[in-house]
């Protein structure tokens, strides 16, 4: 069965430093990765997804993710932080059943000091 | 962004007693999702659905039912609301079923059982 794990409820950053955000995987067929970010009191909007296309994915916001087979995860990374980034992020996976249905993690919540 | 429109934003609600949370686009999506947040545990799937009259459980759905008999109104409803419902909960649409479909989620019905 497909699952995600996110290291970390919290992650305190500087501004300017750089953000990663933990997320591994378990999947018993070829998952479809994705990262949600979500602003205070407003829904979750999707960052970035993981097709197959490419290991190296590029999102919005200047967030990136790599996925890696042989570890099994799908960290999102960010070279320099904002202040504006402060929010939660999810990492997720769809079932790989015939419906959409996706499966997150429970969460991370990225703090960024001034 | 996406028409999603939930309501209400807000609810208190006493136990023991029936609610109902509506989930309306615009967007013409064939699949729509209801799904509640909590701390610690990320977004978690109640119930979603395919098409006009046809919905489907997800991994929570103990107390809660849907209906939709329109494409674009999905409702939720609680049929004796415990305290172990309140939540966040969020309405999710996708235009399609594939794995790697980019879902749209709507603001959020912020739930009190009390």
């Known amino acids: 069965a497909q699952s995600v794990t996110q290291l970390g409820s919290h992650v305190s950053v500087s501004e300017g430093a750089l953000v990663l955000l933990r997320c591994n995987y378990s999947?018993?067929?070829?998952?479809?990765l994705f990262w949600y970010v979500q602003y205070p009191n407003q829904g979750l909007q999707l960052l970035l997804k993981y097709t197959s296309a490419a290991t190296l994915v590029k999102g919005i916001n200047g967030f990136e993710a790599e996925f890696k087979k042989s570890e099994t995860s799908f960290h999102l990374t960010k070279p320099s932080a904002h202040m504006s980034d402060a929010a939660e992020y999810f990492c997720?996976?769809?079932?790989?059943?015939?419906?959409?249905?996706?499966?997150f993690g429970s969460g991370t919540r990225l703090l960024v000091r001034p | 962004d996406a028409g999603i429109t939930q309501s209400p934003r807000h609810k208190v609600t006493e136990t023991g007693t029936p609610v109902t949370l509506r989930c309306h686009q615009t967007e013409n999506h064939r699949y729509m999702y209801w799904y509640r947040q909590d701390p610690g545990h990320g977004l978690r799937l109640i119930h979603y659905s395919y098409g006009v009259k046809d919905t489907d459980k997800g991994e929570v759905s103990d107390g809660y039912s849907v209906s939709r008999s329109k494409t674009e109104d999905f409702l939720l409803t609680l049929e004796s609301a415990t305290s172990s419902q309140t939540s966040v909960y969020f309405c999710?649409?996708?235009?399609?079923?594939?794995?790697?479909?980019?879902?749209?989620f709507g603001q959020g019905t912020r739930l009190t059982v009390v």
């Open positions: 999710a649409i996708s235009e399609t079923g594939g794995t790697h479909t980019e879902a749209f």
């Open positions: 997720a996976v769809t079932k790989g059943d015939s419906s959409y249905k996706l499966i």
């Open positions: 999947s018993s067929v070829p998952p479809y």
